[in-house]
């Protein structure tokens, strides 16, 4: 499952995601309808999913602020509000590389990704920044 954040609704993501993604693309609403969901309860709203993706633009609240946890994982894009549309390929990209080709691989994993392509996690087991050369 991927669920996009709130700031990404209406920017017809979730369709052009869902052309490719065979699992379901839903928008964080959706898992509590009719409230305000505040960035700080994000990470136990994901853990109560099974092994979803999150996908943001708020990298500036996500990216090395939130801890990597085991029941989900955060990709955060680092894109101006043009380059929005380029989130389809580039997360297309990540779920295709070998470390992030599966929901059991990508899990326990915080993603940061430039619209230059550029990427870089950091994981449960510590928080050392890894960059992938080869994405």
């Given at each position: 499952?991927?669920?996009?954040?709130?700031?990404?609704?209406?920017?017809?993501?979730?369709?052009?995601?869902?052309?490719?993604?065979?699992?379901?693309?839903?928008?964080?609403?959706?898992?509590?309808?009719?409230?305000?969901?505040?960035?700080?309860?994000?990470?136990?709203?994901?853990?109560?999913?099974?092994?979803?993706?999150?996908?943001?633009?708020?990298?500036?609240?996500?990216?090395?602020?939130?801890?990597?946890?085991?029941?989900?994982?955060?990709?955060?894009?680092?894109?101006?509000?043009?380059?929005?549309?380029?989130?389809?390929?580039?997360?297309?990209r990540l779920l295709?590389?070998?470390?992030?080709?599966?929901?059991?691989?990508?899990?326990?994993k915080v993603v940061?990704?430039?619209?230059?392509?550029?990427?870089?996690?950091?994981?449960?087991?510590?928080?050392?920044?890894?960059?992938?050369t080869d994405f």
């Amino acid at each position: 499952m991927i669920i996009l954040d709130e700031h990404l609704q209406s920017k017809g993501l979730e369709e052009a995601i869902q052309q490719w993604y065979a699992g379901a693309v839903i928008n964080i609403v959706d898992l509590r309808p009719n409230t305000v969901i505040k960035d700080d309860a994000i990470p136990s709203l994901l853990a109560q999913q099974n092994q979803p993706t999150f996908v943001t633009i708020n990298a500036t609240d996500f990216w090395q602020r939130v801890s990597a946890f085991e029941k989900f994982c955060v990709v955060c894009f680092a894109v101006t509000s043009s380059e929005i549309v380029q989130i389809p390929s580039l997360l297309r990209r990540l779920l295709r590389h070998c470390d992030f080709d599966t929901k059991a691989k990508r899990v326990g994993k915080v993603v940061r990704i430039t619209s230059q392509g550029n990427m870089a996690f950091y994981n449960t087991e510590n928080r050392d920044i890894h960059s992938l050369t080869d994405f």
